[in-house]
């Protein structure tokens, strides 16, 4: 396993796949797109950030790391998709501010559990607003809104 991140964070990123999936052993590959399709979606799509998950060369779902911004610095966030592309589990893998840590408690992030692509998230509304962590919240619920818009496009050019 090899996103885009800090060695030592690929270690998580693996704990959490084989939890989710329930798998001891899986394969993974990189999602290539095209620099046209690229532009056209508002999430950032790069050759190691977003993976298809195998185990016994079956399809088993898909995994993408992204950054958000937070008050002054950006955290590492983890969504894991089923093979119809509906949001398993997200997490805030590495947090690096003083404040608004709460975005990676387990209890808040399950509200993203079950969303798909055709789903849209509403800050205060379908996503609950944390008292300190204002900046974060309505980062993670833009960048699961810009994830689940891109899923969108993907499916309706027959690339996932």
Known sequence: M?????????????????????????????I????EIKKQLPSKFETDNFIALKANNALIGYAYMGK????????????LLDKN???????????????????GSKRWLQQFIGKKPSDQLRYGDTVVAISGATISV???????????????????????
């Open 32 to 35: 290539l797109l095209s620099s």
């Open 85 to 103: 592309q509906v949001i398993l589990k997200t997490k805030v893998i590495a947090y690096r501010e003083d404040y608004g840590g709460e975005i």
């Open 68 to 79: 958000a911004p937070s008050k002054t610095d950006a955290f590492d966030y983890l969504v």
């Open 2 to 30: 090899s996103f885009a991140i800090q060695k030592d964070l690929n270690k998580k990123v693996d704990k959490e796949i084989k939890e989710v999936f329930k798998v001891s052993n899986y394969t993974y590959s990189a």
């Open 138 to 160: 309505r980062s993670m619920t833009d960048a699961m809104n810009n994830l689940l818009e891109s899923l969108k496009i993907l499916q309706s050019k027959k690339i996932l």
